[in-house]
């Protein structure tokens, strides 16, 4: 079988994987606190090429792309004034704490609301939790005090969706909570759409090798089948 078409297929197969990756940032480049991702990408070992009858070496063919990992970037980002009592930006490192259903989760968007039991919930009703790792309670006057929040700083962060991340708890954070503001999102939406653009035209470039191949393959088997006997 033609090598080309199956390098040509690792190609394609690459850049869905960036597609998706690259679409979700832009989907969530409004999200407070959201911190984007990057596909990390090598090629497969490549072959060594040699003369069948003189053992002679030809040189080295890649065998293609493939995504090894994607990496988020975790970079703090600026904080904006919203002047809403109940949002609050980390200035700096650090992680607020929320308790879910599936243990204590961490997270960058303090988006945060008054449920109604008067303590302090994310957007999605998880319990956020404050210095001494306890409910933050919600103020009579709708505020809170930011100095009771937890900043907590992490190692081994890593991404669970819905702005959540897991990680090793090392400590308070050196970040300073601040009420009033929103961190704002980590992706930056004109270098996305053009690392979008690039990614459907390295896509396309493969799709029209495989048409390519397929094209001189059909030839080739035509010319084969019409030699004389």
Do not use: W
């Amino acid at each position: 079988m033609e090598r080309g078409l199956y390098i040509a297929a690792a190609g394609m197969v690459a850049e869905q994987v960036r597609q998706d990756q690259i679409a979700n940032d832009l989907a969530n480049s409004a999200t407070p606190g959201y911190k984007s991702d990057q596909s990390q990408q090598r090629s497969f070992s490549d072959l060594l090429l040699q003369n069948t009858q003189t053992g002679e070496t030809i040189g080295k063919l890649g065998q293609g792309p493939l995504i090894t990992k994607q990496v988020t970037d975790l970079t703090p980002e600026a904080l904006k004034d919203t002047g809403e009592p109940l949002d609050l930006g980390i200035a700096g490192p650090g992680y607020f704490g929320v308790q879910t259903s599936s243990g204590v989760r961490y997270t960058r968007d303090g988006s945060f609301k008054a449920a109604a039991n008067g303590t302090l919930t994310d957007q999605l009703g998880n319990t956020v939790l404050g210095t001494d790792r306890k409910p933050v309670k919600v103020n009579a006057d709708g505020t809170v005090d930011a100095a009771k929040v937890g900043a907590f700083a992490l190692t081994d962060v890593k991404k669970q969706g819905d702005s959540l991340f897991t990680g090793t708890a090392a400590g308070t954070a050196k970040g300073e909570v601040q009420s009033g503001y929103l961190e704002g999102s980590g992706v930056d939406a004109g270098r996305t759409m053009v690392d979008m653009m690039a990614s459907l035209r390295a896509f396309e470039a493969g799709q029209k090798a495989i048409q390519t191949i397929d094209g001189t393959l059909q030839q080739a088997a035509g010319q084969v089948g019409s030699l004389p006997g």
